[in-house]
Structures are given as structure tokens and as C-alpha cells.
């Protein structure tokens, strides 16, 4: 592993080989606020705009202009213009020392070569990963039927917003006599050596170059039919409307696609995106410029909204699929099992309105520490005074080829604080503020010392692969203590952007929960995701006592 990350082939590999479907145990989704403009919330248009965006957002990529990502260790002497000017005059070959003897880390974005045109195909044990950036259409899928769309000119300039947003509006259009029953987009959600054994099915009836033009295409595109009239916190169609953004009816996604961007009827947009290729710090990225590039113009308004010279016809062509009995049968069985297991998926959100990072940071406190603690304050009253393993998701890109690590939230530090404000109650209002400050200063550490590689997790996880490759079992990972510490109960991911409408995954253990947050300027919010055998009404409404007592132990 001399040039790269220790931890990255073993990574890939992880991810490759797991035979899990895609859907709830790998891909997360990254809901967007609205634009503000509500005539640009038009389908055809707001799905027409984000193109243009994303087709930006490439450009800059394939030309090496985007600005890189820094990770900073002192973010009020690095993270502003006067820093990034000062390094940007430095010749090339000394900028990154520069940045570094700030501790302003320029960070790894291999992971970005493969955000376009890109996708993971089904193979039996493995699966692979499979990039073309020679292709110039972006994939729609609009009622379970999958299009083609020309976005990008022979020479390489993007196509005008105007085209681009008739073409939409014709797939709209021809796409409402589709029979969604047939699609086979529900397939990307099978056991990944089923679905490999159905994609050779799909090949042998004369499908390749279809499958072929899904797998290269810039991005896919999903048009749904869904429209919501409210995104209130505790309302059905926010939950609704989460739901859809992470698996939908199985129908109109390709969860096998890099990403895919989603615009519902109500111009509501998201992205769901595969997980082994990268991490959410490149999805993130790119979903915070594309949403900022998109507020700040008028691609298709500007435009115009009608064309005399340009038949969108001859840019949109459909991907008939050949389906044989058996794959129709197929079709038929995976759906079935699709809408049994994410039927089992319930939800509940928070949107706590007592503090947000502000307030923290004005009493010197930890915003990601405070949400963490009180993750860990509502687990131990839902249990009676029990601790979780708790993951949190750490990126190590630092480092090249760097992936994550894993933040260990529940220490001892904050089994103490729970137990003496949910049990004794005991300690002054200046000794419950000191023991706050050194829980949150510890997490803190722990995030610093993640990021700079020096957590225990993936150290772990390499040497149980070396044992593996030699024949060998370390009498520490038969050990209860490890088993323990792997079922995480809790699997957090904090989503910090004014660009994010809300975000989440699925709990990774059937008993925990998959918890998606964020702490705002005034606010701090969480989606919820779980099964059966836990309640998210109980966590949420545990998580705001937390909250709350948080809040009186900072205010004294």
C-alpha cells in the first residue's frame, strides 16, 4: 500500500463484496431546500436548472478549476478570503505547506472521479465499479421507463437550459403511458449475486447496449409523480417525503447509478447516491454548489420557455427493454420483496427550537459534541441507564485515497453526565458546567484525532482483514466486547449545510437507528430512521427532554 491509504483497497473491497441490497443498507439521500423562487419549482424547469448546475459543477471538475477541499483545524484563522488569498499567491509546489503550518489540510478528492458517469454493476461475490467520461447524456427515468437525453454538444458545451428543459418536459409527456410494472429499475434493489444473475438475463435477451448507456450516463435523472403540501417537522408527508428520497416505490430509481437526482411533481429535488465509489463529503460538495449555482441563476426563465427550431423528440430516445417471461417474473418477485422491507422502515423527525450552534458557540461549547451527547442522553432514559454503540462518521480524506473513521460518541465522560442528570441529579449548576464543557471538549479530541488517522476502528478492521488473508482468527474479534461495540445501535451522520432540507440512511442493525442531523444557526434538527422493534416517536420525544436539560445546565 505504499501510494495510498492503507485502509482504501480493503474498503473497496468491503463494499464491493457485501451481498446486501443497496437499498437501506447502503445508500443515504440528501434532500435540498426549495428554491425560493417558486416559478423555477416547476418539474420540467427545476429538473432542467440542477442539470445545468451539475453540468457546471463537471466542467470545473474535468478542467481542475474546483477550489479543494481544506479541512481546518482553526477555522477562524483559515476558513475565510484573506487565508485562501495569502495561499493562493504561494507557488504551487509550497501552497500545501503553507496551509499545513496553519493546520489547513488540503484534502484528498480522488473520490471525485467518479461522481459522473459512473455506476456499479452487479458481478457474482464482487461487484464493479464502472466509469465512461466520454458519454454526453444524462438517464431519465419517469414512471418506471428509462430515457436517454442529449445534454452535452459534440464539442463538449452544455445544451442550452431551454432545450434541455424541453426535452424534460417531453419525457413528462410521453412517459404517462408507461406501465411502471414492467420496469425493471426495481432489480438494482435485489441481492447483489441475484441481481448479478438477472443483469446476465437482461444481456442475454439483447439488452447490453441499453444497460450500457444507464451505466455511462453523466447522471441519472428521476422524475417522480409525487407532489407534498407541507415539510412540517412532525407532518406524514415530511416523513413521506423522506421515505421517497431514500428508497421511493422501487420503480423510478437505479440505486446501482453514482447518484441520482430526484425532482418530484412539486419541484422538491434530492440526491440518493451508491456508497462504495465514495463519501458523502464529494456528494456534499457538490450538492451545496450545484444548490447555491442554481438560487443565484435563471437558467431556463432566463431562456425562455418556448423554442420554434429544436425538436426535443430527436434528443430524447427510450430504452425499450427486451423482457422475457422469466425476467417479467422476476420483476414481479423483487418488487414484492422491495415493498415488504422497506415497508418495515418507519421514521420520526426532530426540529428542536431551545439553541443552536450560535448559542453553543457563544458559551464556548461543541455544537457536534452537544448533539452527540444528547443522542446518548435519550438512548440511556429509553433504557433504563443503558450505553449504545454509537458510530459516527468521520472523514479521513486528510490523507490520500483517505475514506472515514469512525468517532466513538459514548465515553466515559458522557455516561456520567446522563447519569447525574437523568438519575441523582446531583451537581451544582458550575460543576454540571465544567463536566458539559470536558464531555464535549473530549469529543472534541476524539473528532481531531479520527480525522488525523488516529482512531481505532479501521487500524482494527485492516488487521482482522491481514488475519483473514493469512487463515488466521485474533482471539479480539471473537471477543463480546468487539461483537458489541460493532452492533451499533446508533449509526449517526451529522449534515451540516444551508443548501439541506434534511438527510438520512437506514438504522444499520435491525434494533438501532439511523440518525441523520444537523444543528443549524437557531435550531437543531434529526431524521430518525428505524424498524419495528424501536420507536422513534419514543427517541425524538427522549432526545427534546435531553435537549432541554442540555439547555438548563447551560444557561446555569
Request: net charge neutral; aromatic share 10%; with cysteine.
Amino acid at each position: 500500500m505504499k501510494h495510498t491509504s492503507y485502509i482504501s483497497d480493503l474498503w473497496f473491497d468491503m463494499y464491493l463484496r457485501s451481498r446486501l441490497p443497496l437499498v437501506l443498507n447502503y445508500n443515504p439521500f440528501i434532500a435540498m431546500n426549495d428554491d425560493p423562487n417558486k416559478q423555477k419549482m416547476d418539474q420540467a424547469i427545476r429538473a432542467a436548472d440542477l442539470t445545468v448546475s451539475a453540468l457546471r459543477f463537471r466542467n470545473s471538475l474535468n478542467a481542475n478549476l474546483l477550489e479543494p477541499d481544506v479541512y481546518h483545524m482553526n477555522p477562524k484563522k483559515t476558513d475565510n478570503e484573506t487565508f485562501r488569498k495569502v495561499v493562493s499567491f504561494l507557488p504551487e509546489v509550497v501552497s500545501w505547506y503553507g496551509a499545513y503550518f496553519y493546520k489547513a489540510f488540503p484534502l484528498d478528492m480522488s473520490q471525485y472521479v467518479r461522481l459522473f458517469n459512473s455506476t456499479r454493476i452487479p458481478r457474482q461475490d464482487k461487484d464493479e465499479l464502472f466509469t465512461d467520461k466520454t458519454a454526453r447524456h444524462v438517464a431519465v427515468l419517469c414512471n418506471g421507463a428509462f430515457y436517454t437525453v442529449d445534454v452535452v454538444e459534440k464539442n463538449g458545451d452544455i445544451r442550452s437550459p431551454k432545450e434541455i428543459h424541453l426535452a424534460y418536459q417531453h419525457v413528462l409527456k410521453v412517459s404517462a403511458n408507461a406501465k411502471p410494472e414492467d420496469s425493471i429499475a426495481v432489480l438494482s434493489a435485489d441481492e447483489r449475486n441475484r441481481w448479478a444473475t438477472l443483469r446476465e438475463l437482461l444481456v442475454n435477451a439483447g439488452n447490453e447496449s441499453l444497460l450500457t448507456k444507464l451505466d455511462s450516463a453523466i447522471f441519472l435523472l428521476c422524475l417522480d409523480d409525487t407532489i407534498l403540501n407541507t415539510l412540517d417537522a412532525d407532518s406524514r408527508e415530511m416523513k413521506q417525503y423522506c421515505k421517497n428520497m431514500l428508497h421511493g416505490n422501487g420503480l423510478n430509481r437505479w440505486f446501482d447509478k453514482s447518484f441520482s437526482l430526484i425532482v418530484d411533481k412539486g419541484g422538491r429535488a434530492g440526491v440518493n447516491f451508491e456508497h462504495a465509489w465514495g463519501d458523502g463529503v464529494a456528494v456534499l460538495r457538490f450538492v451545496n454548489e450545484v444548490h447555491k449555482d442554481v438560487n443565484s441563476h435563471n437558467f431556463v426563465l432566463a431562456a425562455g420557455l418556448s423554442s420554434n427550431s429544436f425538436d426535443p423528440a430527436s434528443h430524447v430516445h427510450r430504452l425499450d427493454f427486451k423482457l422475457t417471461d422469466t425476467i417479467k417474473h422476476e420483476i414481479a418477485k423483487v418488487r414484492k420483496t422491495f415493498e415488504a422491507s422497506t415497508g418495515r422502515l418507519d421514521l420520526s423527525i426532530l426540529q428542536y427550537h431551545g439553541f443552536g450552534k450560535e448559542a453553543i458557540k457563544k458559551y464556548n461549547f461543541y455544537p457536534d459534541g452537544i448533539m452527540q451527547l444528547a443522542f446518548q442522553m435519550a438512548y440511556f432514559r429509553l433504557t433504563g441507564g443503558q450505553t449504545a454503540a454509537t458510530y459516527e462518521s468521520c472523514s479521513t480524506a486528510a490523507f490520500k485515497h483517505g475514506r472515514t473513521e469512525c468517532i466513538r460518541p459514548a465515553t466515559t465522560l458522557t455516561k456520567e453526565f446522563c447519569e447525574k442528570v437523568c438519575n441523582d441529579g446531583n451537581g451544582s449548576p458550575a460543576e454540571m458546567r465544567a463536566l458539559l464543557k470536558a464531555t464535549c471538549a473530549y469529543h472534541g479530541q476524539l473528532t481531531k484525532e479520527a480525522a488525523m488517522g488516529n482512531g481505532f476502528d479501521r487500524h482494527l478492521f485492516a488487521l482482522r482483514k491481514l488475519a483473514e488473508s493469512q487463515g488466521k482468527t485474533l482471539p479480539i474479534f471473537t471477543d463480546s466486547a468487539y461483537v458489541k461495540i460493532n452492533h451499533n445501535i446508533m449509526s449517526t451522520s451529522t449534515l451540516q449545510s444551508p443548501a439541506i432540507a434534511a438527510g438520512g440512511f437506514a438504522p444499520v442493525v435491525d434494533d438501532g437507528y439511523g440518525i441523520g442531523y444537523s444543528s443549524m444557526d437557531h435550531s437543531m434538527g434529526c431524521v430518525v430512521f428505524h424498524y419495528p422493534t424501536r420507536s422513534g416517536t419514543d427517541f425524538t420525544v427522549a432526545l427534546k427532554q435531553s435537549f432541554d436539560d442540555i439547555l438548563k445546565v447551560i444557561n446555569g
